[in-house]
């Protein structure tokens, strides 16, 4: 209101937009979308949009729920897919529900977490002091002068078991003297209370098993080859960015917001089928 002249007016209020604090730590006003997309190979132009879903202000789990949500649908609708790239966001409990529906999760290990003993493993004359350590199960080697060093335990390969719940296991050989020593760990899921005998569980010892130990562990080949391409998301989004006016949302309220980012989805897919039945040079990387 106009406390000179009493006029009254009415400005428009977005009630889906709230404070949002983006990866880098700025905080904007605006709301929130989870988008997910794929590609064929290494060019942008095969992208295709597979689903877009609004973040609810106070949502319980906030972007990360409504993502293993969407993951898990996406999952279920495309039996091929198997898995997602996500960022810092994932923590333990997220990828518990989707290593638990069979699929894998690839992501960074979250910086606060502290090396955690796992439990000493006897075989014979020997003794292994494990750790879970930077995702993965790590051996404690002391040395002469006193030091002590957490080394990477070598991971032959990863097995998935399982019908309608899954279970992931690292297949280990841990060096010995003696020989080496096969031993398989679970991984990607917390086990519960009930699920494993009594006091065994990973509820019943407080590990955290999702939390601590991946899948995929970060400083591994495999991750470094295959994590780069999350970056493809922050692409997608600054094409959403760049096809707005002053990149921002040109509507209110959910409703209309989603008929918008459809509708980009859809001319994006568009122009990817297009290129597609067009002819695969089309999508070759230009050199």
């Known amino acids: 209101m106009n406390m000179t002249t009493g006029e009254i007016r009415y400005h428009r209020v977005d009630p889906a937009s709230v404070s949002q604090v983006e990866g880098g730590g700025a905080e904007v006003f605006g709301p929130k979308y989870v988008f997910f997309s794929a590609r064929k190979d290494e060019n942008y132009l095969s992208r295709v949009f597979l689903d877009s879903r609004y973040v609810p202000?106070?949502?319980?789990?906030?972007?990360?729920?409504?993502?293993v949500e969407g993951v898990i649908d996406i999952m279920s609708a495309a039996p091929g897919c198997m898995g997602t790239l996500y960022d810092g966001a994932f923590r333990g409990v997220h990828r518990d529900a989707i290593a638990r529906y069979g699929g894998l999760v690839i992501n960074k290990q979250h910086k606060g977490n502290e090396p955690q003993?796992?439990?000493?493993?006897?075989?014979?004359?020997?003794?292994?002091?494990?750790?879970?350590?930077?995702?993965?199960?790590?051996?404690?080697?002391?040395?002469?002068?006193?030091?002590?060093?957490?080394?990477?335990?070598?991971?032959?390969?990863?097995?998935?078991?399982?019908?309608?719940?899954?279970?992931?296991y690292h297949v280990l050989a841990i060096p010995c003297r003696h020989g080496v020593h096969e031993y398989w760990v679970g991984v990607g899921t917390i086990s519960r209370r009930g699920e494993r005998p009594p006091g065994e569980s990973d509820e019943e010892r407080g590990f955290h098993r999702a939390e601590h130990l991946q899948q995929i562990p970060e400083f591994t080949r495999t991750h470094q080859l295959v994590y780069p391409y999350r970056s493809d998301a922050e692409s997608g989004h600054a094409q959403l960015d760049a096809s707005l006016w002053n990149g921002r949302l040109i509507s209110y309220g959910v409703e209309a917001q989603q008929l918008l980012t459809f509708g980009f989805v859809f001319a994006q897919n568009s122009t990817s089928r297009a290129l597609h039945e067009e002819g695969a040079t089309l999508l070759r990387p230009v050199t």
């Open 117 to 168: 003993f796992y439990e000493s493993l006897r075989r014979g004359r020997c003794t292994h002091e494990l750790w879970a350590a930077s995702g993965r199960i790590a051996e404690k080697v002391h040395f002469a002068d006193g030091t002590a060093e957490l080394v990477p335990v070598p991971i032959k390969r990863m097995e998935r078991r399982g019908v309608l719940m899954f279970r992931w």
């Open 57 to 67: 202000h106070l949502h319980p789990g906030g972007e990360a729920a409504v993502a």
